[in-house]
């Protein structure tokens, strides 16, 4: 008897969990269930693909059964984002259906389905393709999408310019990235974006440090350090204020510089973030040699080339093998002083040439996928051909069969005609005929009644003269 109840609990505890946990998405707008549908992903993601399955399954099932459409969409979704990342099943497969899933929210004009599943196949291409081309070319898409939303309505919105415009950083497209990161700070913080919105003040104030615009970085530096939801002891307010640090060094300004640049390195090495911390060492390390802390340069520039091969960062030895090189210069050791500013050159040529192989990576997949479209031109020209082809030949026999047709009942009306003309020909002479017959039938009737007055002599030459004309 405890078995069957056990039994019964554990099912009816099956049947009404999945439900109960999807009440809180149903019959929403985006912008009401985003946290919830961000924990359902953060929650999901981990399972199994058979239970990714089963948890599709159940919420589709819970979103038609209650009607709300944009419910069975976030399921198909959910497991479209689950396939395509854990690389289930062909890589056309995964594409098709986060595709169909975009089409039908345009079609169906849910506008957060659409946008989320063109920012799927961008973040697919992107990170886990690397193929940058086709990465781009979804992010114009996902560009063209978000003109038609704002915040209110779409809460990822500073997320996905973030997005955007990180593309660009990265192959140093600065204005453009600036563009993007702009569009993020027209949007009101909040405690759900602000993390979008300080990443985008921050890297607007990297941008600028590259077009060598300080007083540009400066101002968007300190606006990102001047976010109310971060503290003074925070990682990204240390960020930020090193990189005004940087500025402040690089314009000279060392005494103000050092304080910054010393506390982002304390910050860094908590967090545990070396590559930060190496990216502070080196000017402040720079900063000791002309105060003359030869000694404390040093230790400094030790630690930063051991943080820099502990972080695997080696684009910072472009800016720390300079400063080595000038510290043994001031204390005369000028062999190796060379012998640094050689492996300087090194360390730019080989982040300039990681750069052009990415540019020429870019520029590659750009051919490729060209030369993709052009054979898919070509295919579909083809396939055009063919079908014109083959529809002309069916309008040649269907004009072939008409003709034919044509002839034929033509022929058919001649042999009509001909027919008709002989049965009238056939009738009339059939007409005359009985005409004759009876003609010749009156006058042998007018003969028999002659025959009665026969023996009248006075009739006689009339008889004979009747009988000649019937003969």
Same mark, same amino acid.
């Given at each position: 008897m405890k078995l069957r109840k &056990? &039994? /019964?609990? &554990?099912?009816?505890?099956?049947?009404? @969990?999945? =439900?109960a946990q999807f009440e809180d998405l149903l019959h929403k707008k985006y912008s009401d269930k985003v946290k919830e549908i961000n924990n359902f992903y953060k929650e999901n993601m981990p399972l199994s693909y058979p239970e990714a399955q089963k948890k599709s399954i159940a919420l589709k099932s819970f979103a038609q059964k209650n009607k709300d #459409? @944009? /419910?069975? #969409?976030?399921?198909?979704?959910y497991l479209a984002y689950y396939c395509i990342f854990r690389h289930i099943g062909s890589e056309k497969e995964q594409v098709d259906r986060v595709l169909k899933i975009a089409e039908r929210g345009k079609k169906e004009k849910i506008f957060d389905i659409e946008a989320r599943a063109v920012k799927v196949l961008r973040d697919y291409y992107w990170y886990d393709k690397k193929n940058y081309e086709i990465g781009f070319e979804y992010g114009l898409k996902l560009d063209r999408i978000l003109k038609k939303t704002n915040a209110r309505n779409f809460p990822d919105l500073a997320e996905y310019y973030c997005i955007i415009g990180s593309g660009y950083y990265l192959f140093r497209d600065y204005h453009t990235s600036i563009k993007y990161y702009k569009k993020v700070l027209e949007i009101s913080p909040n405690r759900f974006n602000w993390k979008s919105l300080w990443s985008a003040a921050n890297t607007l104030g990297l941008c600028y440090q590259k077009i060598n615009k300080p007083d540009s970085s400066n101002y968007y530096l300190q606006k990102a350090a001047a976010s109310p939801f971060i503290s003074k002891n925070s990682i990204q307010y240390t960020i930020s204020m090193g990189n005004i640090g940087y500025n402040l060094y690089r314009s000279g300004k060392f005494l103000e510089a050092e304080p910054l640049l010393k506390n982002d390195i304390s910050n860094a090495e908590k967090e545990e973030d070396y590559g930060l911390a190496a990216g502070s060492m080196i000017p402040l390390a720079d900063i000791y040699i002309y105060q003359g802390k030869i000694n404390e340069a040093g230790n400094l520039l030790k630690k930063s080339e051991a943080y820099i091969l502990r972080s695997? %960062? +080696?684009?910072? *030895?472009?800016? #720390?093998? =300079?400063v080595? @090189?000038?510290? *043994?210069? $001031?204390q005369g050791m000028k062999t190796v002083a060379i012998q640094y500013k050689d492996s300087a050159i090194i360390a730019t040529n080989n982040n300039n040439n990681t750069f052009s192989g990415l540019m020429i990576l870019r520029v590659q997949q750009k051919i490729d996928r060209q030369k993709l479209e052009e054979e898919e031109k070509n295919r579909k020209i083809k396939t055009n051909l063919f079908f014109i082809f083959l529809a002309l030949i069916c309008v040649f026999a269907i004009l072939y069969y008409f003709y %034919?047709? +044509? $002839? *034929?009942?033509e022929k058919n009306k001649t042999k009509e005609a001909e027919l008709k003309f002989s049965l009238e020909k056939l009738e009339n002479a059939k007409q005359e005929i009985n005409n004759f017959l009876k003609e010749i039938e009156n006058k042998n009737r007018l003969i028999g009644q002659l025959q009665y007055i026969e023996n009248s002599a006075q009739n006689s030459a009339a008889i004979e003269e009747i009988k000649r004309s019937v003969i």
């Open positions: &056990f &039994f /019964l609990a &554990f099912f009816l505890f099956v049947a009404f @969990s999945c =439900p #459409l @944009s /419910l069975e #969409l976030e399921a198909e979704i695997g %960062q +080696k684009e910072r *030895y472009e800016k #720390l093998y =300079p080595i @090189s000038h510290w *043994y210069e $001031i %034919q047709k +044509k $002839i *034929y009942n």
